[in-house]
């Protein structure tokens, strides 16, 4: 199983940005796969879910402004990101549950991508 993380880079503040990650080895249809970010001396959190099914579920800091999605014909699942600020600066990862457990918990993701830096300028 591999994970390609893309799209991140310098953007200002109140402006989006569409993250990618191309998955190979497991279709998206049959598993779970989150977008989690870490700040700089920060833990990672979690940021949004797409599951199997198709349900999403998010972060407190992205309810509202981020929408998670995919495309099963191009095996790729998508962050799209909307009136960012600068707490969003982060490293991005996207990664996969092939257990598909319930719940937000990264220890749940089997498979990780390299992640793709997000900076958001005031």
């Known amino acids: 199983v591999q994970l390609q993380a893309s799209g991140g880079g310098l953007v200002q503040a109140g402006g989006s940005l569409r993250l990618s990650c191309a998955v190979s080895?497991?279709?998206?249809?049959?598993?779970?796969m989150g977008w989690f970010r870490q700040a700089p001396g920060k833990e990672r959190e979690f940021v949004a879910e797409?599951?199997?099914?198709?349900?999403?579920y998010y972060g407190d800091s992205a309810k509202g402004r981020f929408t998670v999605s995919r495309d099963n014909a191009k095996n790729t699942v998508y962050l799209q990101m909307s009136s960012l600020k600068p707490d969003d600066t982060a490293v991005y990862y996207c990664?996969?549950?092939?257990?598909?457990?319930?719940?937000?918990?990264?220890?749940?993701?089997?498979?990780w991508g390299q992640g793709t830096l997000v900076t958001v300028s005031s």
């Open positions: 797409i599951r199997w099914s198709g349900s999403t």
């Open positions: 990664a996969l549950d092939s257990s598909r457990t319930v719940g937000a918990d990264l220890r749940f993701y089997d498979y």
């Open positions: 080895g497991r279709r998206l249809n049959s598993v779970d």
